[in-house]
């Protein structure tokens, strides 16, 4: 084996690891006035990876076809990177909580890990490493999520989170199990040619399609959603909300296509009815909840069911309207996020619909960010949501799902009914105690304004579609 | 040069962003909409010009640039009499609703961002010939109909701020799965109107899908029956120069969107399937105008009759035929502007009185001449007095429509007819009631007639109103070719 392809193959795992080291060596070293800049420091190497990873090498294998490169890759990890990136500037504010404070190192470490794990899983050309990499997304995260542990909601919701994907681990090793029962391999380029789509190997794909479908938080895996979203520090919700669910689904895309390609009609009609489900109660339950959190995890389980128009097809297409959409979907949802996280961070831990009763008056330009953001979440044209959807529309539609386009359009009606509450909120709704006027920190400014301008020129401007475009391959 | 129609609002977007005081954000509004009634009548000119020299592509000024090529979608862009007609209209409407609101005091600036955007969406929807683009443009001027009404409205604002933005994005869900189905329905090779028109390759069983989608899908927006009660609530709570807007010139879009989308490009199934859509229309002629004939709020009066003339425009083109599609589009001109002039003229009394209520208003016409006379007008072109603009459109259309030999087509026909003597009852009792008489109520009498800016924006609308009425024919031979282009290609 070559070793130096390692450098050129791996570059974005060898990278993020020497970031981690370096981060850990700071948290360790760094007195007291140079960790004030620890955010600066962190995204800024962030940053920088992500560029170095986002140049597409041709693509390669390493260690046997264990580990597997393509020029797409790149783009996705390097696109989860800038997500990671976003969050940690938003996580500022609450990190330099009197309580968290000491644990700024540790939100790094463990952000990274699961980011390092997101890696390896879309990296992954066997089931063993697959695996690994889907733990390591895990386990740190069920950390994060009970960052907080003196609140009782933060610790609960990690139990709750730590459990279900335990649970949904099983499952899925379970069904690898069947997997390597009946071909008797687990790399994934020599699995394709061997499934005959047996009843066994039918049962498999269930199992895997379920462990998938609880990172990426589809109806009926959804139930730990709510709750983790709700309870874990708002940071560690928008990260789960975007990176994890953009890392999941495009490796669900990934698997499906490459290793079930002789199984495509059972995992179409598998993800025909998981999309209508996800969609339709997702959108159902949003229309009832009060605390946002809860909210915009309900909202992003529908969004998930929207990905999976894009993955049904299981088309080039399919695949360049994913990666986009989760692009998307990233800058509108850290929008909001990020808006919500600082509106808390601020105003006493204020969460709830209500809250944002007349919250124009007094946070004008927030309350402008917010609504771009969710508009853009809705599909309203000229933000980046409406050319997302329209493409995963398109892509479903090219592939035959007319009634499943159908009724996720009708959905789109109700979606944009309960993101236009949040509007009437914070525009119309008078109020007695409206959030007071505050001044944003500057790393929460620089996160707003790199969402922003993703929501206002991904759509408009071709040119991000086109690059992903010319790196996608299907079916 | 058509981009600059989506472009200037956009330009205006920017300058009302960085503007500071009221003042400049008026003096912005004033001088964009300005540009923009120049940029218009220069378009007409020119367009009639090249026409003169014997030009007979079908759309002319045309551009395209690729924007998503793996989807075939362009920015493309083209106009035809039909919707430079359309254009002159939008550009007249912002120009006058500008003026309308020149007194608007609470947060002007974002007000008329919003207002802008909307323009955007207008404007674009127009020059576009690209189904794509042309959706895009659809839906960017429907969303900020949301907040305009809802934080700049009255009465039951919020309810229905909402009720209008789901109907009508309801109806785009249905425009946009129609859409895709032409696209790939046509192959997939192109998403310009022209030349999916030109393919005319949708099979007749797919089409049959497709046409009800899209026909259904634009018709909320054109008020087609049972899909029209957003109407009457979102023009009676919306600000002034947003009901002039909307019901002058976005319900256009519905109208538009049918001929030029659902019958053009999906012509077989538009011949079958016409006679349900006829009925529906017959109904909202005759129903809206019985259910104006009951209400007691000015600005519902006024949204019935839109409700009953949009229809009207619908049921034009379903007769397919040129005489009564001619009429169909003066009929949209025509109904612009006198709505945009009614709705002007009821804001400007409801400024001053406070009330819309007709049993609270009566002698107007000793305290306020000036806007009286306007409603006057307003009325009279409304129920089709020779001389003003909707005499000639109905005219047309009732003309055109008779044309059909089978007896369907002409017992509809008269039946749509007795909407011009209903529509008679209910102007007159308005115009009686509120306009002559003694005025009963003392806290009117020292009321004040129409400011400078007000009687602007009604003179304007006045003199096209006349303009249309007494000289139709340059308006009509402009639309003439196109229409005759159209209904040629739906009829093959």
Known sequence: MDYTSIFTLMRAEVTLTAILVLLFLYDLLAGERARRHFTAVASLLLALQAVATAFPAASGELFGGMFHYEPMHAVVKSLLTVGAMIVCLQADGWLRDAETRHKQGEFYILTLSTLLGMYFMIGAGHFLMFFIGLELASVPMACLVAFDKYRNYSAEAGAKYILCALFSSGLMLYGISFLYGTTGTLYFDDMASRIDGSPLEIMALVFFFAGLGFKISLVPFHLWTADAYQGAPTAVTSYLSVVSKGAAAFVLFTTLVKVFAPMVEEWQTVLWIVTVLSITVANLFALRQHDLKRFMAFSSISQAGYIMLAVIGGSSVGMTSLVFYVLVYMAANLAVFGVLSTVEQHSGGRVCLEDYNGFYRTNPRLAVLMTLGLFSLAGIPPFAGFFSKFFVFAAAFRSGFYVLVFIALLNTVISLYYYLLIVKAMYITPSETPIATFRTDRYTRISLALCTAGVLLLGLVSAVYDGINALAYGL | ?492
């Not at chain 2, 001027?141 to 309810?159: D, N």
């Open chain 2, 1 to 492: 040069m058509l981009s600059l129609f989506p472009l200037l609002p956009l330009v205006m977007m920017l300058g009302l962003w960085l503007a500071r005081s009221p003042r400049q954000v008026r003096a912005v509004m004033a001088t964009g909409s300005s540009l923009l009634l120049v940029l218009a009548v220069v378009l007409v000119v020119r367009y009639l010009g090249l026409r003169e020299a014997g030009e007979t592509a079908p759309m002319l000024f045309t551009d395209s640039v690729v924007w998503y090529a793996p989807l075939n979608i362009h920015y493309a862009v083209g106009v035809d009499g039909i919707s430079v007609a359309m254009l002159l209209l939008s550009a007249i409407i912002v120009f006058t609703g500008t003026f309308a609101s020149w007194r608007m005091e609470h947060d002007v600036k974002a007000y008329f961002l919003w207002f802008c955007l909307l323009s955007v969406g207008v404007f674009g929807f127009f020059v576009s010939v690209d189904l794509f683009t042309m959706f895009m443009f659809y839906e960017v001027a429907l969303i900020p109909m949301y907040l305009l009404i809802g934080v700049w409205g009255s009465g039951r604002k919020e309810y229905a701020a909402m009720k209008l933005t789901l109907m009508l994005m309801g109806g785009s869900a249905l425009l946009l799965i129609g859409i895709l189905g032409i696209y790939f329905g046509a192959g997939a090779t192109t998403m310009n109107v022209q030349e999916i028109a030109a393919l005319h390759n949708i099979p007749l069983s797919l089409q049959r899908i497709w046409f009800p989608l899209v026909f259904i899908g634009f018709g909320v927006l054109g008020a087609l029956f049972p899909f029209h009660t957003w109407s009457p609530d979102g023009h009676a709570s919306a600000p002034t120069a947003v009901s002039m807007l909307h019901a002058g010139v976005l319900m256009k879009l519905g109208g538009y969107g049918c001929f030029r989308v659902a019958m053009y490009l999906l012509p077989d199934a538009a011949q079958e399937l016409s006679w349900i859509f006829i009925l529906l229309t017959t109904v909202s002629v005759v129903y809206g105008a019985f259910a104006a004939c009951v209400q007691t709020d000015l600005k519902y009066i006024n949204a019935y009759s839109s409700v009953s003339h949009c229809g009207l425009v619908l049921f034009a083109i379903l007769m397919m035929n040129t005489t009564a599609s001619t009429g169909a589009i003066l009929q949209m001109l025509s109904h612009g502007l006198m709505t945009a002039l009614f709705f002007a003229l009821i804001g400007m009394i409801y400024g001053r009185t406070h009330t819309r209520d007709i049993r609270q208003l009566s002698g107007l016409m000793k305290v306020m001449p000036f806007l009286a006379v306007g409603y006057v007008i307003a009325g009279l072109a409304n129920l089709g007095l020779p001389g003003l603009s909707g005499f000639v459109a109905e005219m047309t259309i009732f003309n055109g429509a008779f044309q059909n030999p089978d007896t369907f087509h002409r017992v509809v026909t008269v039946i749509a007819c007795t909407s011009i003597v209903i529509t008679a009852v209910y102007i007159l009792r308005v115009v009686g009631k509120i306009l002559y008489g003694t005025c009963d109520n003392p806290e009117h009498l020292k009321l004040s007639d129409a400011t400078w800016d007000e009687r602007l924006s009604v003179i304007c609308l006045i003199v096209a109103v006349a303009g249309l009425g007494l000289a139709p024919l340059w308006v009509s031979d402009m639309i003439h070719g196109s229409v005759s282009e159209l209904i040629a290609h739906i009829l093959s």
